[in-house]
């Protein structure tokens, strides 16, 4: 089945206490990216991929950290979580969007709580 | 900054009843794409049209794409109480070199009565 897998699913943590949320697709994708969902503030993205080795920044990428070495593969990392990353993520991927068919497949959703 | 941006907000109406979202842009677009979320999950994709595509339709769903005014509408016809989710539009612009970046919008709430 076609899908994309992120965990954790829900993760309660500490302010400054490293963590990694993994996000997975199993459809050969080249485009991968993260989202936070805030209320009010609708989907905003954090960072993109266009394929391995190459991301770029979204519209908010400060505090936030990734890496594609695989393409499968797309983690999210903040190195020292603050209480404004608490949020609802979401990765997506696609095939390179840009004139081709780019429908985004999401995963189910990270609920991050930073206290 | 957000490329598109949907209006109204919130959009409450009664079974049977047509729904009818907007959706406008900033900048030159390749594609521009209507996704559903249900509360607290993933966008799930439903249409997409083509910067060249004027109107398109799948099932119960008629978008339509104003490229000279930047703007998107999302019809939903004959709505059941099942089709109740947040509708957001995303578009795709290139943000420099070989570069594509998805931006979407903050989203209308359609709430259908039963």
């Known amino acids: 089945e076609a899908q994309v897998t992120q965990n954790p699913r829900y993760l309660i943590t500490v302010t400054g206490k490293k963590l990694t949320v993994t996000c997975s697709q199993n459809?050969?994708?080249?485009?991968m990216s993260w989202y936070r969902q805030d209320p009010g503030l609708g989907l905003r993205q954090i960072y993109y991929s266009m394929n391995v080795e190459v991301t770029d920044k979204g519209d908010v990428p400060e505090g936030y950290k990734v890496s594609r070495k695989e393409k499968r593969n797309f983690p999210l990392i903040l190195e020292s979580p603050s209480p404004n990353q608490t949020s609802l993520y979401f990765c997506?991927?696609?095939?390179?969007?840009?004139?081709?068919?780019?429908?985004?497949?999401f995963g189910p959703g990270t609920r991050l709580t930073v206290l | 900054s957000q490329q598109g941006e949907e209006d109204p907000q919130a959009l409450s109406i009664q079974e049977g009843e047509n729904a009818t979202m907007n959706c406008s842009y900033k900048t030159s677009i390749n594609n521009l794409q209507w996704y559903r979320q249900n509360s607290g999950r993933g966008l799930v994709h439903l249409i997409l049209i083509r910067s060249n595509e004027r109107e398109k339709h799948s099932g119960r769903l008629r978008v339509t794409l104003d490229t000279s005014k930047k703007s998107s509408s999302l019809l939903i016809t004959a709505s059941r109480a099942a089709d109740t989710a947040s509708y957001f539009c995303a578009t795709d612009a290139n943000s420099g070199g070989s570069n594509y970046k998805l931006t979407f919008g903050k989203g209308t709430l359609l709430t259908v009565n039963p």
């Open positions: 997506a991927s696609s095939l390179p969007p840009g004139g081709r068919a780019a429908e985004q497949f």
């Open positions: 459809m050969n994708h080249e485009y």
